[in-house]
């Protein structure tokens, strides 16, 4: 692939976001910008961000980090010093969007809270994001995506249809992948180019500045992406409600001859066309009759189905599957996620050399703009790499 610098035409082309954020929520919501065509700087440390050696690395970089960092610019700065503070101030009156995550507390003491600088730039959009938010209980405890997946109730719904606890209920487990951490990355990106219409708008309108404080906390948005479906039966309040099973139980991995394919057993639907594709005697059994009943009946049902899956390959399973029209997949192992035949028909994965970490399996952005072109924005910077260019054109337009 050949990775250039953004094209004017891309979406975000002109929008520059100076980033003085690590970890993953923040700089995967700017990454996302940065494949839209914005020009995103990275302030680091001189020590850089502590998930440059996360995942497979090489050259010194690791792959999580140039997934979160691609496209972008690094600037060392040590903010901890006065001058450091000035330098990255000044880089902020520069900028469309400010964004960072460090604890609450921590940018007022350093001098660049969102209330001085707002005032200074009133344009500027002011983005901050936290575990918990500035006050309440939480607000100063550190925290990962682990701890919103248990206060969200996300542990305790990927525990149902599970292995029970001494107490005879569900044991909550963890999703392995950063759900919470790529959820505050999804919102983020959204609400930034929210704020960037609206500033628009209202300057198109005659107003003046039109920039603002976003606040954005990974519990708030962890909850926002989890309770539509995780909070079934929980949403409706009062009397008088039709109550639900949740189908949990039913929604999992099934085990075939040769390997695994993905199934919900409990749906309304589909449920004439899963007994049909597995087996229609499945159609006359009063344990299954119902949508209730068969969320009562969970673990015997999926027993009746894996009786007969076990029989079949993954590739007899799907052409049941297909041909009754009913919802299923295989389940790829990683290694063969970009083989498989839909994910290489939809070009979602490339293969190309970076010059900083070598030859990489990239995903290309999700959203595909058919006006503008749209491409991965380039590499994962090396650290400080941009510093001198950065500071230097900044400088010349100060003293201009």
């Not at 700065?77 to 009156?93: S, V």
């Not at 992948?177 to 505050?184: E, F, Q, S, Y």
């Not at 991965?376 to 790499?385: K, N, S, T, Y």
Request: proline share 6%; glycine share 10%.
């Amino acid at each position: 692939m050949d990775v250039t610098e953004p094209s004017h035409t891309l979406p975000l082309a002109g929008v520059r976001v100076v980033e003085a954020a690590q970890m993953i929520s923040a700089p995967l919501a700017t990454s996302i910008l940065s494949d839209q065509g914005a020009e995103v700087i990275k302030i680091e440390a001189p020590t850089g961000d502590r998930m440059r050696g996360l995942g497979d690395f090489r050259n010194g970089m690791g792959s999580v980090f140039h997934a979160c960092n691609r496209g972008k610019k690094s600037v060392v700065i040590d903010t901890k010093t006065d001058d450091g503070r000035d330098t990255l101030i000044n880089l902020m009156g520069t900028a469309d969007v400010f964004v960072q995550n460090f604890r609450p507390g921590a940018v007022e003491r350093m001098g660049i809270g969102p209330d001085e600088i707002c005032a200074r730039f009133p344009s500027l959009i002011y983005v901050s994001i936290s575990g918990f938010g500035p006050t309440g209980p939480y607000a100063d405890q550190m925290v990962y995506d682990f701890v919103i997946q248990g206060l969200s109730g996300s542990a305790a719904l990927e525990g149902l249809g599970g292995p029970l606890d001494r107490n005879g209920k569900p044991t909550p487990r963890l999703s392995k992948g950063l759900v919470i951490d790529k959820a505050t990355a999804l919102t983020a990106a959204q609400a930034i180019s929210a704020a960037l219409f609206q500033r628009e708008r209202a300057q198109k309108n005659g107003g003046e500045g039109g920039g603002q404080h976003l606040q954005l906390t990974m519990l708030d948005a962890g909850l926002q992406f989890f309770w539509p479906d995780g909070g079934w039966n929980h949403a409706l309040q009062g009397d008088d409600i039709q109550v639900m099973p949740h189908p949990a139980a039913n929604y999992d991995v099934r085990t075939c001859s040769d390997g695994y394919v993905t199934l919900n057993l409990g749906t309304n639907s589909t449920w004439g066309r899963l007994c049909a594709a597995v087996d229609p005697a499945l159609a006359d059994d009063p344990r299954f009759a119902t949508f209730t009943d068969r969320q009562a009946h969970a673990a015997e049902l999926g027993q009746a189905v894996d009786a007969v899956l076990s029989t079949m390959t993954v590739q007899e399973a799907l052409a049941r599957f297909k041909a009754n029209d009913l919802p299923g997949g295989a389940v790829a192992t990683l290694d063969d996620v970009h083989l498989d035949p839909q994910v290489d028909h939809n070009d979602a994965f490339v293969e190309w050399d970076s010059p900083s970490i070598g030859t990489i399996r990239d995903v290309r952005p999700a959203a595909r703009f058919h006006a503008t072109r749209g491409e991965i924005a380039g590499e994962a910077p090396i650290l400080g790499a941009h510093t001198e260019a950065v500071l230097s054109a900044m400088n010349a337009g100060l003293e201009a």
